[in-house]
């Protein structure tokens, strides 16, 4: 074979295969990285399926990078591996709320805000989280979403914004309806 | 034998490069450069924090370097570690950053050293929306500084070094979402030291 046309055929199957490795590599880097952090989460262990609900952050909080310092998080880390997960949450009023499902990729696949919830829901939320290949069917009011194939572990976090870190008054009430929000199994 | 030894060049020449790339583009100062949207000092993801169609490049560095943010619709999160005439900003320098409500139904501003609040006497670390004090013509300044200053005040405490600026809008309205590279958002303005 021409000398040239073999240097162009190894040119070209280099690059090819740069971008092979590059998409894959950088692919399997964000799902470390992600279930690296999932892992630093206090209920990663032995607590998959509840919620880890957390105080107003301070400088001391090394959990998630850049936090939001005015937002009372809850967070759970899903296993949807064996059966699917209703979600139950209270709304409150007056304050930015939203609970977001969180893939190992850090794609948010489902957002809810206090504004959607309450003009579509009410007061009250309740959500199943199944994987995808579940059979699930919705019962009721029940919002359904699946996992994506590769997430069916990851992260559910509810953020409930408090307006002045300085009126403890609130943020008691708003603690109040952060603990309600509790995650049950559906067994067969 | 010459095809097999092009063919094992091919690959380690490209996972090379490949591996070049990846670390390359994971750097920190990279973090807001790819498929950015700019205003001023300020930028942001054009794309959205957690939007399932971000590119790969950019969920990589989300989930190495903040992690876990929302889509544009719900979520636009502006930062900055430069001043609004370009200079870093500097834990050792003063601050008044000056603004007025945007298109959005809630903001908090907030100041990071090493993508973690800083510690201060006040456990002050930002101010939002609905705690910041107002002018007469609803405007608001909060000022940035290791030493006490009045008013909004967001102290650095003992850091040294350089600090970031995030300017979070939670509900975005149209205009911040369609308009973002014209948007009025807060000045950043260093104040000399006598």
């Given at each position: 074979m021409n000398i040239v046309l073999l240097i162009i055929v190894w040119l070209v199957l280099t690059v090819v295969l740069e971008r092979v490795f590059y998409i894959a590599g950088i692919s399997g880097y964000t799902y470390y990285l992600t279930d690296r952090r999932l892992k630093?989460?206090?209920?990663y262990k032995d607590g998959k399926n509840t919620f880890w609900h957390s105080p107003l952050l301070t400088s001391a909080s090394r959990l998630v990078p850049a936090p939001t310092p005015h937002a009372l998080n809850s967070a759970c880390i899903y296993d949807v591996r064996k059966h699917p997960i209703r979600l139950k949450a209270s709304v409150p009023h007056g304050v930015y709320w939203s609970v977001t499902f969180f893939a190992r990729n850090q794609a948010c696949y489902f957002t809810l805000n206090d504004i959607e919830a309450q003009e579509k829901y009410g007061d009250e939320v309740e959500i199943v989280l199944a994987g995808s290949q579940s059979g699930y069917r919705p019962q009721g009011r029940e919002i359904f979403v699946q996992a994506p194939g590769l997430s069916r572990v990851g992260l559910i976090l509810i953020r409930t914004v408090?307006?002045?870190?300085?009126?403890k008054d609130n943020i008691a009430r708003v603690v109040e309806v952060q603990r309600q929000a509790v995650i049950e199994p559906i067994e067969n | 034998m010459i095809y097999l030894l092009a063919t094992i060049a091919s690959i380690l020449v490209a996972a090379g490069f490949a591996y070049l790339e990846i670390r390359y583009k994971m750097r920190p100062a990279r973090l807001r450069d790819f498929d950015a949207i700019k205003n001023g000092n300020w930028s942001t993801s054009r794309r959205g924090e957690g939007n399932r169609e971000a590119r790969r490049i950019h969920r990589a560095r989300i989930a190495k370097h903040t992690g876990f943010g929302m889509d544009r619709s719900e979520a636009i999160y502006w930062g900055t570690s430069v001043d609004s005439s370009g200079r870093p900003l500097d834990c050792g320098s003063d601050y008044v950053i000056h603004g007025s409500d945007p298109d959005t139904r809630w903001w908090c501003l907030s100041v990071y050293k090493d993508l973690f609040f800083i510690p201060n006497e006040q456990d002050r670390y930002s101010y939002s929306k609905t705690d910041v004090q107002r002018e007469a013509d609803n405007s608001w300044t909060i000022r940035v500084s290791a030493k006490e200053k009045p008013g909004d005040w967001i102290p650095l405490g003992e850091a040294a070094g350089g600090f970031t600026l995030s300017f979070r809008c939670y509900n975005p309205g149209a205009s911040m979402i369609e308009h973002g590279e014209t948007i009025e958002l807060p000045r950043v303005i260093r104040e000399d030291r006598p």
């Amino acid at each position: 074979m021409n000398i040239v046309l073999l240097i162009i055929v190894w040119l070209v199957l280099t690059v090819v295969l740069e971008r092979v490795f590059y998409i894959a590599g950088i692919s399997g880097y964000t799902y470390y990285l992600t279930d690296r952090r999932l892992k630093g989460f206090p209920t990663y262990k032995d607590g998959k399926n509840t919620f880890w609900h957390s105080p107003l952050l301070t400088s001391a909080s090394r959990l998630v990078p850049a936090p939001t310092p005015h937002a009372l998080n809850s967070a759970c880390i899903y296993d949807v591996r064996k059966h699917p997960i209703r979600l139950k949450a209270s709304v409150p009023h007056g304050v930015y709320w939203s609970v977001t499902f969180f893939a190992r990729n850090q794609a948010c696949y489902f957002t809810l805000n206090d504004i959607e919830a309450q003009e579509k829901y009410g007061d009250e939320v309740e959500i199943v989280l199944a994987g995808s290949q579940s059979g699930y069917r919705p019962q009721g009011r029940e919002i359904f979403v699946q996992a994506p194939g590769l997430s069916r572990v990851g992260l559910i976090l509810i953020r409930t914004v408090v307006m002045d870190p300085a009126d403890k008054d609130n943020i008691a009430r708003v603690v109040e309806v952060q603990r309600q929000a509790v995650i049950e199994p559906i067994e067969n | 034998m010459i095809y097999l030894l092009a063919t094992i060049a091919s690959i380690l020449v490209a996972a090379g490069f490949a591996y070049l790339e990846i670390r390359y583009k994971m750097r920190p100062a990279r973090l807001r450069d790819f498929d950015a949207i700019k205003n001023g000092n300020w930028s942001t993801s054009r794309r959205g924090e957690g939007n399932r169609e971000a590119r790969r490049i950019h969920r990589a560095r989300i989930a190495k370097h903040t992690g876990f943010g929302m889509d544009r619709s719900e979520a636009i999160y502006w930062g900055t570690s430069v001043d609004s005439s370009g200079r870093p900003l500097d834990c050792g320098s003063d601050y008044v950053i000056h603004g007025s409500d945007p298109d959005t139904r809630w903001w908090c501003l907030s100041v990071y050293k090493d993508l973690f609040f800083i510690p201060n006497e006040q456990d002050r670390y930002s101010y939002s929306k609905t705690d910041v004090q107002r002018e007469a013509d609803n405007s608001w300044t909060i000022r940035v500084s290791a030493k006490e200053k009045p008013g909004d005040w967001i102290p650095l405490g003992e850091a040294a070094g350089g600090f970031t600026l995030s300017f979070r809008c939670y509900n975005p309205g149209a205009s911040m979402i369609e308009h973002g590279e014209t948007i009025e958002l807060p000045r950043v303005i260093r104040e000399d030291r006598p």
